[in-house]
C-alpha cells in the first residue's frame, strides 16, 4: 500500500458515523482481502484476511464445531472492522470483546512497511490497532481464536421487566450463569421503563427451529421516515406486547439471537432519506441507573423517541486497545431519526449526562460528538497519537483529532 493521498481502510461500512468516510480523499476497500489462510482444528487458531465477514467465518466453521467467541450485533462486518472498534457482543462479561479473542495483527503501512504484532512483539502497535478505528494502518491479516461449540444452538429465556431497577437485578442474577444477556427497552414508557430482558447460554439441543430462509430486504427508501411522532408509540407497545408473549425458555439458532437486525437487508432505509443517528453511551455501573433514568426522562421530555433501543451491562474487563470503549459499566444504544437540530440538541443534553457520569460515546456508533467529549472519555489518546500512520484520515479523525 504506497499512496500519496490520504486514505482510510472501508470495511462493510457497518459503522454508523464518519469514520469509514473520507471525502476528497481516498477509502481502501478491504474486501477483496477475503482469503481464510489457515486453520488448526485442534487449537481453533484461524488466520484469516481482514476483508472476511464474520458471517463467512460462522457459516465455515460452526458446522465445523467452532464459533467466534465474540460478535457484534451484525455479522455483516470485516474481521478488519471488527478489530478496529473493538466490538463487543452480548456477552462481554463472559468474554471480553472482540480484541480479547486476536493473537496476531499485520498492519500495512501508507509508507509500504509491514508490521507483524502481538502482545509479546511489537505489543504497542498490537494495542494501538485494536480499537484504533483504522487509523494506525490497514490492517490485512489476523489471527484469532474460535472456541468450540456443541452445535449452533443457544438455551434462551425472555423475561418482560418493569422497572429499570428489575434490570439491573436480573442483570446481576443472570451474569454467572447466562453468557449472553442483552434487553430492549421502551424509552417512552415513563418513570416505570418497562423492557424485555433476553439471555442464552450455549446449548447441547441436537434439535431446534432453523432461521427463516431466503434474504427479505427493505424494497424502498419512503420519503418520510417510518419511525417517527405517530408510529413510535404503538410500534414499541405491540413490540413489548410480542415479546411479552414469547416470554420464557426457548431453543433458539445464534443467528436470530445474535443478529436480529440481518434478516431485513436495508433496514436503514425505513428512516427515509434523511436517515438516523444512534447514540451509545457507557457510563461506570455506579452511575448507571441514575444516568440511565436520567437519558430516558429527557429523551421523553424531548418529544424524541427510539424505537431500537438497547440497555446492556458491560462486565468487569476493559478492552485491550489504547481507544477501546468496552469497559465495566452500563451501555445504553438508541436509534433516533434525524430531525436535525431537534436531534442534535437533544444529543448535547444527553453529553452532559453521559460526561457528568463520568461515561463516553462509541466512536463506531458517532457522527457527532465533540473533540471535549472524546478526549474526556479516551483517557489513552495521548499513548496512541504517536501510532498514526500520516497517512490516513477519515472524516472523523478531522472532526476528533484535527488531522
Ligand atoms: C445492525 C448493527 C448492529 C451492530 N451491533 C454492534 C454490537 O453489538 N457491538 C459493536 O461493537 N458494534 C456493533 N455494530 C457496529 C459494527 O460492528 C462496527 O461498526 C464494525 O466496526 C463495522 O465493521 P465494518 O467491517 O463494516 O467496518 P467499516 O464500518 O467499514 O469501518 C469501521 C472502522 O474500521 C476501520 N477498518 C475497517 N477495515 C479495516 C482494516 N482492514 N484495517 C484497518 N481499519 C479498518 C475503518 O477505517 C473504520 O474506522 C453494529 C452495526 C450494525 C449495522
Not at 20 to 45: I, K
Not at 142 to 167: H, M, N
Not at 337 to 347: A, C, E, I, Q, V
Request: charged share 20%; hydrophobic share 40%.
Amino acid at each position: 500500500m504506497q499512496t500519496h493521498a490520504p486514505g482510510i481502510a472501508y470495511g462493510n461500512g457497518r459503522s454508523y458515523g464518519d469514520m469509514c468516510l473520507n471525502p476528497g480523499g481516498v477509502l481502501w476497500h478491504t474486501r477483496g482481502l477475503d482469503r481464510l489462510c489457515s486453520w488448526n482444528a485442534e487449537t481453533g487458531m484461524l488466520v484469516c484476511e481482514s476483508g472476511v465477514l464474520l458471517r463467512d467465518i460462522q457459516q465455515t466453521f460452526v458446522p465445523k464445531g467452532w464459533m467466534l467467541p465474540v460478535t457484534p450485533g451484525t455479522q455483516f462486518v470485516t474481521v478488519g472492522g471488527a478489530v478496529a472498534n473493538d466490538v463487543h457482543g452480548k456477552n462481554h462479561h463472559a468474554m471480553g470483546s472482540f480484541g480479547d479473542q486476536i493473537l496476531r495483527l499485520w498492519l500495512a503501512r501508507s509508507d509500504g512497511q509491514i508490521i507483524e504484532c502481538t502482545r509479546g512483539q511489537a505489543s504497542e502497535w498490537f494495542f494501538a490497532t485494536i480499537g484504533g478505528m483504522g487509523l494506525t494502518g490497514v490492517i490485512v491479516r489476523v489471527e484469532l481464536k474460535l472456541r468450540r461449540i456443541s452445535g449452533p444452538w443457544l438455551d434462551t429465556e425472555t423475561i418482560p421487566y418493569g422497572s429499570l431497577d428489575e434490570f439491573f437485578g436480573l442483570s446481576d442474577a443472570s451474569e454467572a450463569a447466562w453468557e449472553h444477556t442483552v434487553s430492549w427497552i421502551d424509552c417512552l414508557s415513563g418513570e416505570r421503563t418497562r423492557g424485555i430482558f433476553m439471555r442464552a447460554k450455549p446449548s447441547a439441543a441436537t434439535i431446534g427451529p432453523l432461521p427463516k430462509s431466503g434474504t427479505r430486504r427493505m424494497p424502498v427508501t419512503p420519503p418520510v421516515s417510518l419511525v417517527n411522532h405517530m408510529t413510535l408509540r404503538p410500534f414499541n407497545i405491540a413490540y413489548h406486547r410480542l415479546q411479552r408473549w414469547k416470554a420464557g425458555q426457548a431453543v433458539a439458532h445464534y443467528e436470530p439471537f445474535f443478529y436480529p437486525l440481518d434478516g431485513l437487508l436495508e433496514w436503514n432505509r425505513m428512516y427515509g432519506p434523511k436517515g438516523f443517528y444512534q447514540y451509545q453511551s457507557v457510563v461506570p455501573r455506579a452511575a448507571g441507573p441514575d444516568a440511565t433514568r436520567e437519558m430516558l426522562r429527557e429523551i421523553g421530555r424531548s418529544g424524541e423517541g427510539s424505537f431500537l433501543a438497547v440497555l446492556k451491562t458491560f462486565g468487569s474487563r476493559a478492552g485491550p486497545g489504547m481507544l477501546s470503549f468496552p469497559r465495566p459499566g452500563v451501555t445504553l444504544a438508541l436509534d433516533f431519526p434525524n430531525r436535525r437540530d431537534s436531534t442534535l440538541r437533544l444529543f448535547s443534553r444527553l453529553d452532559e449526562i453521559v460526561l457528568a457520569a463520568g461515561g463516553t460515546l462509541y466512536p463506531a456508533k458517532d457522527a457527532r460528538m465533540s473533540r471535549r467529549m472524546f478526549e474526556s472519555g479516551y483517557p489513552r489518546l495521548a499513548e496512541f497519537l504517536p501510532f498514526r500512520d500520516p497517512g490516513i484520515t477519515s472524516s472523523m479523525s478531522r472532526r476528533l483529532l484535527g488531522s
